[in-house]
C-alpha cells in the first residue's frame, strides 16, 4: 500500500497556502481599482498604439457585448487590420483610431467603467482559467477511466487506480466552481457579459437584441440549474464507481459487481457526452456571449483530453519511481505517450478546423474570436500551437522515446503548459481585453490548483490498493507488451 | 553442390515457431529465411535481424510530399495565375496559409504512403508479374516454414529441429 509521504503532503499544502496568500492579495488588489486606473489604462495603450501597434485602440470595443452595431463595424476594420498588417500598418492604425475618435465624449466615459471592468475582472479570470483547467482534465481523466472500463480494456488495468486517484479532485474543484459561477450571477464578477444588468431589458441603453434572442438557453436561472446538473452529474458517477471498484477488489462474486461498474460507465459516458458539450457553451463560450462556434464542445474536449493523459502520464511516472505501482512496465507509459501524442494531433485538427472555416468565410460576427486573438494575443496564441503541436510531434514521434520517462516528462510539460495558455487564450480575451499579463494572480492560482490536485490524488491514492485485484484483465495488463519496445533490464530473449 | 542443400522446417503454430527460431539461434545455425501466413510479432528479433529503415524513409517522404504541396500551391493560386481566395485578395502564399493546409496533409499523406509501400516492394524484390518465391504454397495458407542451409550437417540439424515441435522436415536442393 502507497504512503502519501509527509514531504510531498507539505510540499502541496505549501502551494495551496502559498496560492491563497497570492490571491487574496490579487483580489484585493482588484477590488482597489479604480475609473482612474481605467483611463490611465487607456492612455497607456492608445500610447501603445502610436508606438507602431494596430487596431489596439479599436479591440476593446469587439468584446463588449453591449454595444453592437460599434462592435461589428470596428470588427471589420480591426479584421482589415489583421490582413494587411504586413502591408500597411499606418492606414489600418488610422481608421481603428479615427473610429475610436468619432464616438465622443460619453462613450469615452462607458469605455473608461468597462475598462475598469476588466481590470476587475483579472484575478477572477485567472481564477477562473486555472479553475476551468484543473476541473477539466480531472473531468477528462475520469471520462477516459469510464472509456477504460466500457472497452474493458487490457492494457491499463494496473493505471486504473491511478486514474480513480486523480479523480478525487473533482470534488473540490466542482465546489469552488459553483462558488465562482454564483459569484458571477450575483454580480460580484463581471466574467459574463449578459449577465450585465439590461441586456434583457428594451427600455435599457445596455439592451442587447442579439442575446436577447438566446434568453431562452442565456439566462441566470437555467446558467445555474445547468452548471449544478454538470457537476453533480460526474460526481455521483466519480462517488459510485470509486465505489464501485473498490468492492470490486474484494467481490469474488463472478464478475457481477465488474458488470454493474461497467453499466455504469455507459450511462455515465452518455450523460458526459452531452455535459460536456454543454458546459463549454455555458461556462467558455458564454463569456462571448454573440460569437458562436458549433465544434467548441469537440474543441474544449480535445484540449482537456490531451491534458488529463498527460496527467496520468506523470502521476503513473511518479509512482512508479517510488515502486508504488506493482505489475507497471515500460510499455503502459509507452501506451500513455501514444495517447498524448495522437491526441495532440487531435486538438490541432480542431483547433485548426476551427480557425479555418471562419478564417474563410470572414463573416465579422464569427471572426471576431480571432481578431481579438489576433490583435491582443498573438504571442501565447500563436505560440500555443507550437506547443501544443510541433513540439510534441516532433518529440514524441520516435517510438524509443515514448517509453523514456525522461521524455515523456518534457514532452507533458509543454503540452500542459501549451494547453493551460489554451485555456487562457480562450477565457482572458474576453474577460480582460486587452488589460492582461502574467503575474501574480495567474501564478498563485496555478499553485493553488496544483497543490490541491496533489493533496487530493495522492491521498486518494493511498487509501485503497494500488491495484483493481478483483478486474478479470488484470493478468492481461500486468503481461502487457508492446511487440516493437524493449522493457528496461530485458534482452531480447524475454520476449513473449 | 553441397552448399546449394537447404532444411526446410514446418510448423504450425506461431508461437512454436517463435520458440523454435530462438532455440536455433542459440545453437548457432543460420536461419536464411521464414516464410509466415501473417506477420509474427517479435520474429525479426528472435532473428537477429537489424530494424527496418522503412520509418526514416517514410519521415522524408512525407517531409518531400510537404515540400511539393508548397510549391505546387504557390504555383498554381499565386505564380502562375493569381487567384482571390475566400475575398482576401491578397496574392501572398502565407496570408493565404490557411486554405492550403489540407493540400499540405493531404500530400504528405499521399508522398509518405505510396513511397513507402514501392519501397517496400523494391527492398523486398517484388514487383509485378514476378513468380513467387516462398517454396511451398501451404506458407500462404496455415503452415510456417523455416529454411536454414545446410553445411554438411543435415542429421544434426534435423535432429535439432525435430525436438522443437516441427510437422514436417524436408532436405531440399536449392536451385
Known amino acids: 500500500m502507497y504512503q502519501f509521504s509527509g514531504r510531498l503532503k507539505t510540499f502541496s499544502l505549501a502551494l495551496i497556502v502559498l496560492g491563497f496568500v497570492g490571491l487574496a492579495y490579487s483580489f484585493y488588489n482588484g477590488s482597489q481599482k479604480t475609473l482612474e486606473d481605467a483611463k490611465h489604462a487607456i492612455e497607456a495603450a492608445s500610447n501603445d498604439a502610436h508606438g507602431g501597434g494596430h487596431g489596439e485602440a479599436a479591440t476593446p470595443h469587439a468584446a463588449e457585448a453591449s454595444h453592437d452595431s460599434h462592435a461589428v463595424k470596428t470588427d471589420k476594420e480591426a479584421h482589415a487590420a489583421m490582413i494587411h498588417a504586413s502591408e500597411d500598418k499606418d492606414t489600418s492604425h488610422g481608421d481603428a483610431h479615427a473610429s475610436s475618435e468619432a464616438h465622443g465624449t460619453s462613450h469615452d466615459d462607458e469605455h473608461a467603467t468597462h475598462v475598469l471592468h476588466q481590470l476587475q475582472n483579472r484575478p477572477w479570470s485567472a481564477f477562473y482559467v486555472a479553475l476551468f483547467f484543473s476541473l477539466g482534465l480531472t473531468l477528462l481523466v475520469l471520462t477516459f477511466y469510464a472509456i477504460q472500463r466500457v472497452a474493458q480494456v487490457g492494457w491499463s488495468v494496473v493505471i486504473l487506480r491511478v486514474m480513480e486517484a486523480i479523480t478525487a479532485n473533482l470534488l473540490p474543484v466542482s465546489i469552488i466552481m459553483i462558488l465562482v459561477l454564483a459569484a458571477s450571477v450575483m454580480h460580484i464578477n463581471h466574467l459574463f457579459p449578459w449577465m450585465a444588468e439590461g441586456v434583457f431589458d428594451p427600455e435599457s441603453d445596455k439592451y442587447d437584441a442579439i442575446i436577447d434572442g438566446k434568453s431562452i438557453w442565456m439566462n441566470a436561472t437555467g446558467f445555474m440549474l445547468r452548471s449544478i446538473a454538470y457537476l453533480v452529474i460526474w460526481n455521483v458517477y466519480r462517488f459510485l464507481i470509486r465505489k464501485g471498484s473498490i468492492k470490486e477488489d474484494t467481490a469474488n462474486d463472478g464478475n457481477k459487481t465488474y458488470k454493474k461498474n461497467y453499466n455504469m460507465s455507459v450511462i455515465f459516458l452518455f450523460l458526459f457526452m452531452i455535459t460536456e458539450s454543454m458546459m463549454s457553451w455555458d461556462w467558455i463560450m458564454g463569456l462571448d456571449p454573440h460569437w458562436f462556434s458549433t465544434l467548441f464542445g469537440w474543441y474544449v474536449l480535445a484540449t482537456l483530453l490531451v491534458s488529463a493523459l498527460t496527467v496520468i502520464a506523470f502521476v503513473t511516472i511518479y509512482l512508479r519511481s517510488k515502486n508504488a505501482l506493482p505489475g507497471i512496465n515500460d510499455s503502459h507509459i509507452h501506451d500513455l505517450a501514444k495517447f498524448m501524442f495522437g491526441f495532440s494531433v487531435f486538438w490541432t485538427y480542431l483547433w485548426f478546423a476551427q480557425f479555418m472555416l471562419i478564417w474563410y468565410a470572414d463573416i465579422p460576427e464569427e471572426t471576431t474570436y480571432f481578431v481579438a486573438r489576433f490583435t491582443e494575443y498573438k504571442l501565447p496564441f500563436l505560440g500555443m500551437v507550437v506547443m501544443n503541436f510541433v513540439f510534441p510531434i516532433l518529440l514524441l514521434i520516435n517510438s524509443d522515446f515514448k517509453s523514456r520517462p525522461w521524455f515523456v516528462f518534457i514532452g507533458g510539460t509543454v503540452i500542459l503548459l501549451g494547453h493551460y495558455v489554451d485555456v487562457f487564450v480562450m477565457v482572458m480575451p474576453s474577460t480582460v481585453g486587452a488589460q492582461w499579463s502574467f503575474g501574480i494572480p495567474e501564478l498563485s492560482a496555478i499553485f493553488f490548483f496544483i497543490g490541491l490536485f496533489i493533496y487530493t490524488t495522492f491521498s486518494a491514492f493511498a487509501k485503497a490498493n494500488p491495484i483493481t485485484k478483483g478486474n478479470p484483465f488484470l493478468k492481461e495488463s500486468e503481461h502487457f507488451h508492446y511487440y516493437n519496445i524493449e522493457h528496461k533490464g530485458e534482452g531480447s530473449g524475454d520476449h513473449h | ?175
Not at chain 2, 504454397?137 to 542451409?149: K, N, S, V
Open chain 2, 1 to 175: 553442390m553441397e552448399s546449394s542443400k537447404v532444411i526446410h522446417a514446418f510448423y504450425t503454430d506461431d508461437e512454436v515457431l517463435l520458440d523454435a527460431v530462438k532455440t536455433v539461434k542459440a545453437a548457432h545455425h543460420h536461419i536464411e529465411e521464414v516464410f509466415c501466413p501473417f506477420p509474427v510479432h517479435g520474429l525479426d528479433k528472435a532473428m537477429g535481424l537489424a530494424p527496418t529503415r522503412l520509418a526514416i524513409t517514410a519521415f522524408l517522404y512525407g517531409i518531400i510530399g510537404l515540400a511539393f504541396a508548397i510549391w505546387m500551391t504557390n504555383y498554381m493560386m499565386i505564380d502562375d495565375w493569381p487567384q482571390d481566395i475566400g475575398g482576401k485578395p491578397s496574392f501572398s502564399w502565407v496570408e493565404n496559409m490557411p486554405a492550403f493546409v489540407p493540400i499540405m496533409f493531404e500530400l504528405t499523406v499521399f508522398f509518405a504512403a505510396h513511397l513507402m509501400v514501392i519501397t517496400f516492394y523494391m527492398r523486398s524484390r517484388i514487383w509485378p508479374f514476378k513468380d513467387a518465391e516462398n517454396p511451398d504454397p501451404r506458407t500462404t495458407d496455415d503452415h510456417f516454414l523455416m529454411e536454414i542451409p545446410v553445411h554438411n550437417n543435415e542429421a544434426e540439424l534435423t535432429s535439432l529441429l525435430s525436438e522443437t515441435g516441427a510437422v514436417e522436415i524436408n532436405v531440399v536442393d536449392k536451385h
